[in-house]
T-cell receptor
Framework: ETGVTQSPTHLIKTRGQQVTLRCSSQ?????VSWYQQALGQGPQFIFQ???????GRGNFPPRFSGLQFPNYSSELNVNALELDDSALYLC????????????FGPGTRLLVL | QQQVKQSPQSLIVQKGGISIINCAYE??????FPWYQQFPGKGPALLIA?????SEKKEGRFTISFNKSAKQFSLHIMDSQPGDSATYFC?????????????FGKGTLLTVNP
């Protein structure tokens, strides 16, 4: 059984650019949730994908978008990057949306200059 | 609006001591309360979780105490070890909601001195 993996591990972008982060869910998991963790803060829910459809969204603007693929891997896209987007981006997978336990990946550290 | 408030922000404990981290929540629809442990450079990992139908749950050295009327829950780490040094997050979830997001506290940085 493989765990949740994310790529890249680190990324540096400049303000106004676009970024794509990737997540491979744990084997057998069809639900992926994305979280933003600012320095010194707890993770904040961005959105969740279940069977390739968005299944709920937190308080993030539309420039945060996502995709889920038939193999249940997922992408987080952020357009028009702002300095405040600098954070650790975590994805978490679960066997279904009602499953309480979410398994987190190691995250992608994004720095916006 | 911070729905889950966690304290203290940081905690220093001697090896063998008891570490206690507290959380309070506002949303009475929350019905699942996990604690996550995060080491530097890693994602959060589930440590222990509780539902509001019990007042206490123990797994090894880790215990959750839950007070439904006060809307508070806490993590107790007995016989704290240097390897327990990490950031701990409490979280809450509304299993009956339209999505199944976790709402996290801001975290507690625990340092266990040898």
């Amino acid at each position: 059984e493989t765990g949740v993996t994310q790529s890249p591990t680190h990324l540096i972008k400049t303000r106004g650019q676009q970024v794509t982060l990737r997540c491979s869910s744990q084997s057998g998991h069809n639900t992926v949730s994305w979280y933003q963790q600012a320095l010194g803060q707890g993770p904040q829910f961005i959105f969740q994908y279940y069977r390739e459809e968005e299944n709920g969204r937190g308080n993030f603007p539309p420039r945060f978008s996502g995709l889920q693929f038939p193999n249940y891997s997922s992408e987080l896209n952020v357009n028009a990057l702002e300095l405040d987007d600098s954070a650790l981006y975590l994805c978490a997978s679960s066997s279904n949306p009602r499953e309480e336990t979410q398994y987190f990946g190691p995250g992608t550290r994004l720095l916006v200059l | 609006q911070q729905q889950v408030k966690q304290s203290p922000q940081s905690l220093i404990v001697q090896k063998g001591g008891i570490s206690i981290i507290n959380c309070a929540y506002e949303n009475t629809a929350f019905d699942y309360f996990p604690w996550y442990q995060q080491f530097p450079g890693k994602g959060p990992a589930l440590l222990i979780a509780i539902r509001p139908d019990v007042s206490e749950k123990k797994e090894g050295r880790f215990t959750i105490s839950f007070n439904k009327s006060a809307k508070q829950f806490s993590l107790h780490i007995m016989d704290s070890q240097p390897g327990d040094s990490a950031t701990y997050f409490c979280a809450a979830k509304n299993s009956g909601g339209s999505n199944y997001k976790l709402t996290f506290g801001k975290g507690t940085l625990l340092t266990v001195n040898p």
